[in-house]
């Protein structure tokens, strides 16, 4: 639960792309990870998002 509820705040959201982005995780680029978890980056259609609430975690 306390991992969950520090998931949640996105202040935290870059620090976790960087642990879970790693070959042992994931195993993906780390800047396509924090996209996603932040919310900010490209949209794949020469576009970007920003939408910081584009992903949750819900307990």
């Given amino acids: 639960m ?3 509820q ?3 705040e996105s202040a935290h ?4 792309a960087e642990a879970i982005a790693p ?3 994931l195993n993906q680029p780390e800047d396509v990870v924090k996209a996603v978890l932040t919310g ?6 020469g576009g970007m998002i920003d939408d ?3 992903i949750n975690f819900d307990p």
């Fill in 6 to 8: 520090y998931s949640r």
């Fill in 13 to 16: 959201r870059e620090k976790i």
């Fill in 52 to 54: 910081p609430e584009r």
């Fill in 40 to 45: 900010t980056g490209p949209d794949g259609k």
């Fill in 2 to 4: 306390d991992a969950i």
């Fill in 23 to 25: 070959r042992q995780y």
